[in-house]
């Protein structure tokens, strides 16, 4: 597991096509909650089908800083107590410049996760994580982000210990 983790929390680095290593620079383009809370629309009851679509009306849901779960679960910052068994998130946020050698969701889950942008699945992941996580997902990202407003969807099932969820997009560029 150490080996693993250590191999996980490398710089990451983007081989390109003339065999030359560049080394890559993470940048927020959609933060998540780790630093400073984000205000999300949140459901811990199913909604209706089309909840993960731009244009489904949540303004019904209540709302509340991220990351949401359960106190002691590792490595989280909950700011809005979940503890049921699923949770759905909404969150709409704003692009100027989609430039990027690759894209990823930055995420902390405990457990289950379905991660949406504009309606389209970009991620899906199983499990858990004790902090975290870049989960790299460039065409999905690519094939879904807009220039100006997108709406950011999640979906966390929760089965047993603990549970979080929080959720940003990250983009690298060449250093």
């Given at each position: 597991?150490?080996?693993?983790?250590?191999?996980?929390?490398?710089?990451?680095?983007?081989?390109?096509?003339?065999?030359?290593?560049?080394?890559?620079?993470?940048?927020?383009?959609?933060?998540?909650?780790?630093?400073?809370?984000?205000?999300?629309?949140?459901?811990?009851?199913?909604?209706?089908?089309?909840?993960a679509e731009v244009d489904f009306?949540?303004?019904?849901?209540?709302?509340?800083?991220?990351?949401?779960?359960?106190?002691?679960?590792?490595?989280?910052?909950?700011?809005?107590?979940?503890?049921?068994?699923?949770?759905?998130?909404?969150?709409?946020?704003?692009?100027?410049?989609?430039?990027?050698?690759?894209?990823?969701?930055?995420?902390?889950?405990?457990?289950?996760?379905?991660?949406?942008?504009?309606?389209?699945?970009?991620?899906?992941?199983?499990?858990?994580?004790?902090?975290?996580?870049?989960?790299?997902?460039?065409?999905?990202?690519?094939?879904?982000?807009?220039?100006?407003?997108?709406?950011?969807?999640?979906?966390?099932?929760?089965?047993?210990?603990?549970?979080?969820?929080?959720?940003?997009?990250?983009?690298?560029?060449?250093?």
């Amino acid at each position: 597991p150490a080996l693993v983790k250590a191999i996980n929390q490398r710089e990451a680095a983007y081989e390109r096509e003339d065999a030359v290593r560049r080394p890559l620079d993470w940048r927020v383009a959609v933060p998540t909650s780790r630093d400073a809370a984000q205000v999300w629309s949140y459901a811990t009851e199913e909604p209706a089908q089309g909840w993960a679509e731009v244009d489904f009306d949540d303004s019904g849901w209540p709302r509340g800083p991220g990351g949401f779960g359960t106190e002691g679960t590792p490595g989280s910052v909950v700011r809005t107590v979940w503890n049921t068994g699923d949770i759905w998130l909404r969150r709409a946020f704003e692009l100027t410049d989609l430039e990027c050698v690759m894209a990823a969701v930055e995420i902390h889950h405990d457990e289950d996760a379905e991660v949406f942008i504009n309606g389209k699945p970009v991620l899906s992941v199983g499990g858990y994580t004790t902090s975290y996580a870049i989960q790299e997902a460039t065409e999905a990202l690519r094939a879904a982000l807009k220039r100006g407003r997108n709406t950011l969807a999640v979906h966390c099932k929760q089965t047993t210990g603990g549970q979080y969820i929080d959720v940003g997009i990250r983009f690298a560029v060449e250093k």
